[in-house]
């Protein structure tokens, strides 16, 4: 849901906020609307209608008082539990979340943060005290981009809004070192341009007269150590279901139509199930994709589920004609670099959803991370950023000497005893999940529908995460009580499915039907200003070197091909200034 941004300025700055809006308009193509508070605040909003459809609810919100003004992003699962709980009497004008965040922010200030379920970022403007407050919610599902730029504060939620009103922007070397060199996709406070921050998952900011503040509100690490951990597995495995049943209903709050995504993995077929146990699957559709290649495709895993639940399965094909202009397209609304081919398959998804008048998807992400699915997760010690066995997928010797001095290899808090919760907590909060969550944010606002995660409800994290390490792992079996909830539903073939990354033939079309397209890219990396990156000579003997069938991995293929793309890009944006 949305797009929010605004700029903190002693000048007049309407015209660059309405730049920045028209930026990000995809995320909000039904209202798009601005607060001015001259000589300090212009707050913008490009609204999706997700719940409470009336004029009532666009935003910037302002609170009856008129001191108070909301901008926001995303959604609170729980408004109804809280207007219940803690805003009793309270007279409200909307049935919105919104209205429920900014009522439970005045009652409680930034301790309201504690009491939201759900996905957000957002920012209040207090008009008579100056000052803002913002915040994230606390694995960063929904983003929040800022800069702080000639005394002046802008935030938004894409790189794109803030580059658009100033061309200072440039690329970040050392996060584009790392991320030839170590596949980093940067900090949770990082992005691949210097002088634009992330606000990091569970934090917030305070900013008046200039300063900036900046703290950490969700405190993960003692929430999972006082998480009471029942005694017997089966206590456990009755508790968690639980959690999810409540997550998924939470979920399901909407005023719009509402589908999810399948793919042919464990996660998927839990989340599949669960949706209909709780809910009426003759209205409920579910979208997959597939490219014709039965070597990668697992359409025949998910019309064996859909074969249990009997819902209306739309089958999306990626066509290999159609990924140069896919590529470049998908490359326009990540501002970064993004995951492949799956990335531009699971992209169409959502645009065949939004043609379909879905606007809500929901998808099975997070379940690897609570319940150690990843295959290093076998390991005795803690692995690399990627995982990764044996040869690397990462290419250094294919940069410059000076880029290659500018690289510092990632290292991660290990703020637990054991390696299995250090490497858990990792891809939680440093490599796997946060860059999923933005390769997935960015397609699905592309085609104005909203993505949300049930398994990353922060209920089902911290109680999964806490649980003794033979209910994740049992004999060798990964997610061992995920797969035992399932195996009440389905037969074993689906619930001791081997774990299959999302699949394309990535691999085989790069070096085949994509040939002439990576060609251009390089070529095109050869032209641009930042071409002093690379060693083509080194390029080019790798480019041969997987032609000739050494492509056990792709990756750094797409890494040049992808990059070609977004400095690409730079070069031909221009600035309003």
């Known amino acids: 849901m949305c797009g929010i941004a605004g700029i903190l300025s002693a000048k007049p700055k309407e015209h660059a906020l309405k730049l920045m809006l028209e930026s990000q308009r995809h995320r909000g193509p039904d209202f798009t609307g601005t607060y001015i508070d001259e000589g300090f605040a212009s707050l913008g909003h490009n609204r999706l209608s997700i719940i409470d459809l009336s004029a009532a609810a666009n935003q910037p919100f302002i609170d009856e008082s008129g001191r108070y003004i909301l901008v926001f992003n995303g959604e609170i699962y729980n408004y109804v539990e809280l207007k219940k709980d803690h805003l009793k009497g309270y007279a409200f004008k909307t049935t919105s979340d919104t209205e429920v965040l900014l009522a439970l922010f005045k009652k409680y200030g930034k301790e309201c943060l504690d009491y939201l379920n759900g996905m957000f970022s957002f920012a209040i403007w207090d008009s008579e005290d100056k000052k803002l407050f913002a915040a994230r919610d606390r694995f960063g599902v929904k983003?929040?981009?800022?800069?702080?730029?000639?005394?002046?504060?802008?935030?938004?939620?894409?790189?794109?809004?803030?580059?658009?009103?100033?061309?200072?922007?440039?690329?970040?070397?050392?996060?584009?070192?790392?991320?030839?060199?170590?596949?980093?996709?940067?900090?949770?406070?990082?992005?691949?341009?210097?002088?634009?921050?992330?606000?990091?998952?569970?934090?917030?900011?305070?900013?008046?007269?200039?300063?900036?503040?900046?703290?950490?509100?969700?405190?993960?690490?003692?929430?999972?150590?006082?998480?009471?951990?029942?005694?017997?597995?089966?206590?456990?495995?009755?508790?968690?279901?639980?959690?999810?049943?409540?997550?998924?209903?939470?979920?399901?709050?909407?005023?719009?139509?509402?589908?999810?995504?399948?793919?042919?993995?464990?996660?998927?077929?839990?989340?599949?199930?669960?949706?209909?146990?709780?809910?009426?699957?003759?209205?409920?559709?579910?979208?997959?994709?597939?490219?014709?290649?039965?070597?990668?495709?697992?359409?025949?895993?998910?019309?064996?589920?859909?074969?249990?639940?009997?819902?209306?399965?739309?089958?999306?094909?990626?066509?290999?004609?159609?990924?140069?202009?896919?590529?470049?397209?998908?490359?326009?609304?990540?501002?970064?670099?993004?995951?492949?081919?799956?990335?531009?398959?699971?992209?169409?998804?959502?645009?065949?959803?939004?043609?379909?008048?879905?606007?809500?998807?929901?998808?099975?992400?997070?379940?690897?991370?609570?319940?150690?699915?990843?295959?290093?997760?076998?390991?005795?010690?803690?692995?690399?950023?990627?995982?990764?066995?044996?040869?690397?997928?990462?290419?250094?010797?294919?940069?410059?000497?000076?880029?290659?001095?500018?690289?510092?290899?990632?290292?991660?808090?290990?703020?637990?005893?054991?390696?299995?919760?250090?490497?858990?907590?990792?891809?939680?909060?440093?490599?796997?999940?946060?860059?999923?969550?933005?390769?997935?944010?960015?397609?699905?606002?592309?085609?104005?529908?909203?993505?949300r995660e049930p398994f990353l409800d922060y209920r089902?994290?911290?109680?999964?995460?806490?649980?003794?390490?033979?209910?994740?792992?049992?004999?060798?079996?990964?997610?061992?009580?995920?797969?035992?909830?399932?195996?009440?539903?389905?037969?074993?073939?689906?619930v001791y499915a081997p774990k299959r990354p999302l699949q394309t033939p990535q691999r085989e079309w790069l070096g085949n039907e994509l040939r002439s397209y990576v060609d251009n890219a390089i070529n095109t990396l050869k032209k641009l200003d930042y071409n002093h990156w690379f060693d083509f000579a080194q390029i080019e003997r790798e480019w041969r070197s997987y032609l000739s069938g050494d492509n056990s991995s792709s990756f750094h293929i797409w890494q040049w091909m992808n990059t070609a793309l977004i400095l690409n890009s730079i070069n031909k944006k221009k600035y309003a200034v």
Not at 374 to 382: N, V
Not at 435 to 449: E, H, K, P, Q
Not at 468 to 492: C, D, H, W
């Open 143 to 451: 983003p929040f981009y800022y800069s702080l730029y000639e005394s002046d504060l802008y935030f938004a939620s894409e790189i794109k809004s803030i580059q658009k009103v100033s061309s200072q922007y440039k690329p970040d070397e050392k996060l584009w070192a790392n991320y030839f060199c170590y596949g980093s996709y940067g900090m949770p406070d990082e992005t691949f341009f210097k002088g634009i921050s992330q606000l990091p998952g569970g934090h917030f900011l305070e900013y008046k007269e200039g300063v900036l503040n900046i703290e950490k509100w969700y405190d993960f690490e003692e929430r999972v150590k006082k998480i009471d951990v029942p005694d017997t597995f089966e206590e456990a495995k009755n508790t968690y279901f639980e959690l999810l049943r409540d997550s998924i209903s939470l979920r399901f709050r909407a005023d719009v139509k509402l589908g999810f995504n399948i793919s042919g993995g464990v996660d998927s077929s839990t989340l599949l199930m669960l949706v209909n146990l709780f809910e009426d699957k003759k209205k409920i559709s579910a979208y997959t994709f597939y490219t014709g290649d039965e070597n990668y495709d697992e359409l025949t895993w998910v019309e064996q589920m859909i074969g249990y639940t009997q819902n209306p399965l739309n089958k999306i094909k990626l066509d290999v004609g159609k990924v140069p202009d896919l590529a470049e397209r998908i490359g326009e609304f990540q501002d970064e670099p993004y995951g492949g081919l799956p990335t531009i398959a699971y992209a169409k998804i959502f645009e065949q959803a939004r043609k379909d008048g879905i606007i809500v998807l929901l998808d099975g992400q997070g379940m690897d991370e609570q319940w150690a699915g990843y295959d290093y997760y076998l390991s005795k010690g803690e692995n690399t950023i990627q995982g990764q066995k044996g040869k690397s997928p990462f290419k250094s010797h294919c940069i410059s000497e000076a880029l290659l001095h500018k690289t510092e290899k990632p290292l991660y808090p290990k703020p637990f005893d054991s390696p299995l919760l250090n490497m858990q907590y990792r891809d939680l909060f440093y490599t796997k999940i946060p860059r999923a969550l933005r390769f997935n944010d960015r397609v699905s606002m592309a085609f104005s529908t909203e993505l």
């Open 460 to 494: 089902l994290v911290e109680f999964a995460f806490a649980q003794p390490q033979e209910f994740k792992i049992y004999n060798g079996t990964q997610k061992y009580m995920l797969r035992t909830i399932l195996s009440a539903y389905v037969n074993k073939n689906v």
